[in-house]
């Protein structure tokens, strides 16, 4: 394929990786940054983008995102998924293993990368179910995936009850250098529960689950990371006590990350209404509290990474009463309008959010992306820090319109988003 030869001109660039943040021009050729400041000798742009008040950054990464497909295309497809996912800058994305069939073989996980190359929006990285079928006894051929492309392993939102199949998956991936991405949750404590156990699930009369069952399961692990020596992400923690536990076991040199789904730094408990079903997460919305302390984490870098934890759902998933509506929320869209919303009530930096969509996350897979120098493939987002746009089922790419921001004014827009020095997105 021959791609263009890019400048970007203009624009406000930020490399967390270098701790780069100035105004230049940057100079793309055969996929790849060739220069930053001033363009190469004899470089001649074929296409010239004019970034002028707009801030250019590496495309995002995110840890977690369901495109449904294959098994599930009622609700979206790779091709509208890594769309809306380029719409938002993100250039890579990882999908969890729960897939029909599940990604559990060579077959599956080749099939997932092809139909994203072959959509062209965005890169997908499956990630490698840890058991047979995610059923927690028999675990996979861990090597057979690395090679077919998964760069860690995870178990989705299903539990591997058997402690001694947990430890033995934690060597057998720490033997192939894989990491392990674990929800934190007790399967028997979490049990029936649909919201956080407190003041409101009590005043709504739905079945809670308690903080333990976060703290229990994050106990466990680590316990286990320390033993194996694994290397394990925390995927998806909700609590004070969660984070406290991951920065204390990082302090004792455990290899542990973590990251949180951005909705958690902003809804509540409270935000449940009158049974929004839109509000129906795994883990749940938790205090104000959690969240006050999530975001003091995120911002001290004790969480690493902000995914979208994006669950795009069919309007018929939500429609039944509260604990059968399916949760997840459809999250691609909101991932960079909330992080400048983070920035503008002060939690973070804007170097600092950056990283935690591009560096963070990609120090998580052990992957050399997330970075903007020359030499490296030009996955870049360019986005408009003041664009004002509203949610809605007009304004979202997605087939996925379930989410609590609906009707919301949010500011930070995508102005042209490049997946290996090619414009994959152009508002």
Not at 319 to 343: R, W
Request: hydrophobic share 45%.
């Amino acid at each position: 394929m021959n791609l263009p030869r890019i400048s970007i001109l203009n624009g406000r660039l930020i490399d967390p990786a270098s701790g780069h943040d100035g105004h230049g021009d940057l100079h793309i050729a055969d996929g790849q940054v060739q220069a930053i400041g001033a363009a190469p000798l004899g470089f001649e742009a074929e296409c010239i983008l004019d970034a002028a008040g707009h801030v250019v950054c590496p495309g995002f990464v995110d840890l977690c995102a369901r495109c449904r497909e294959p098994g599930h295309e009622q609700k979206a497809t790779i091709a509208s998924e890594t769309r809306a996912a380029a719409a938002s800058g993100i250039t890579t994305l990882c999908c969890p293993p729960d897939t029909l069939p599940v990604i559990d073989t060579p077959a599956v996980a080749q099939l997932v990368r092809q139909l994203a190359e072959r959509a062209g929006f965005a890169r997908v990285l499956p990630l490698g179910a840890i058991t047979q079928g995610l059923d927690g006894r028999t675990i996979t051929e861990m090597a057979a995936l690395k090679e077919a492309g998964c760069p860690a392993l995870s178990q989705a939102d299903r539990p591997i009850r058997n402690t001694q199949v947990n430890r033995r998956a934690m060597e057998y991936a720490a033997t192939f250098g894989l990491s392990v991405f674990l929800l934190p949750q007790d399967p028997d404590l979490s049990e029936g529960g649909c919201v956080h156990e407190g003041v409101v699930g009590t005043r709504l009369g739905l079945p809670g689950i308690p903080e333990a069952a976060e703290t229990v399961a994050v106990a466990r692990i680590l316990a286990l990371a320390e033993q194996t020596g694994a290397r394990i992400h925390f995927r998806g923690l909700s609590t004070a006590r969660g984070v406290a536990m991951l920065a204390e076991a990082r302090r004792r040199g455990v290899r542990a990350s973590g990251d949180v789904s951005m909705h958690q730094l902003f809804l509540t408990e409270e935000d449940l209404g009158r049974f929004d079903a839109n509000c129906h997460l795994i883990p749940p919305l938790r205090t104000r509290e959690d969240r006050q302390a999530l975001r003091a984490a995120v911002a001290a870098r004790e969480v690493s990474a902000i995914c979208s934890d994006h669950q795009p759902h069919d309007a018929d998933a939500k429609l039944a009463p509260f604990p059968e509506t399916a949760p997840g929320i459809s999250a691609l869209e909101t991932l960079l309008p909330l992080a400048l919303q983070l920035v503008d009530e002060g939690v973070i930096d804007l170097m600092g959010v950056i990283e935690r969509l591009t560096l963070g996350p990609a120090e998580a897979l052990d992957l050399r992306i997330g970075r903007i120098a020359p030499g490296l493939t030009a996955d870049l987002c360019i986005f408009d820090p003041t664009a004002v746009w509203r949610v809605d089922a007009q304004s979202l790419i997605s087939h996925g319109h379930n989410t609590p921001f609906l009707g919301r004014e949010l500011r930070g827009r995508v102005a042209w988003t490049l997946l290996g020095g090619r414009i994959v997105f152009e508002r």
